[in-house]
């Protein structure tokens, strides 16, 4: 599965993203932010609101989506996100026909990557060091938001 490369557009865009996962730890809820960009900017920003909101479905790539509200395609769009997709956001990424993702880390999470990858979708998988650090340190000290998020068991 090869992934590709990141550009230095794409880690000031991680960036962003990161604020948003900062945000939602800062709020009590799970650390995971995303942006979607086109063109250059910025169309949307997100963040995992699972906790805030009492909402299940409630991830930061969804969140992040809603944010940028209606569109009539995605072609261009990159979503840029702190943490491998999970299948529900891997599924979201597919319907709506995102071409690029990037990914801040799958260490803490594996996610979708190779799935997405399959589907003609381009990955590209950062290794950051500041969303690992933050989501390693929530999973430590919420294990039971953490696997709620997952629907996986301690």
Known sequence: MPLGTP???????????????????EAGGVPVGAVMVENGAIIGR???RRVQDSNPVSHG???????????????????????????MCTGTILQFG????????AKNFAGNIEF???RG???????DDDCIELMSRFIEERPDLWYEDIAGNE
Do not use: W
Not at 7 to 25: C, G, I, K, V, W
Not at 62 to 74: I, L, V
Not at 98 to 105: A, T
């Open 46 to 48: 997100g963040h995992n």
């Open 61 to 87: 790539e969804t969140d992040c989506m809603k944010n940028a509200g209606r569109r009539p395609n995605y072609s261009g769009v990159t979503m840029y996100t702190t943490l491998s997709p999970c299948m």
């Open 116 to 118: 997405l990858s399959e």
């Open 7 to 25: 550009t230095p557009e794409d880690r000031n865009f991680m960036r962003e993203a990161h604020a948003q996962a900062l945000a939602s730890y």
């Open 98 to 105: 995102i071409p690029r993702v990037v990914i801040g880390e």
């Open 121 to 127: 979708v381009e990955v590209v998988l950062m290794h």
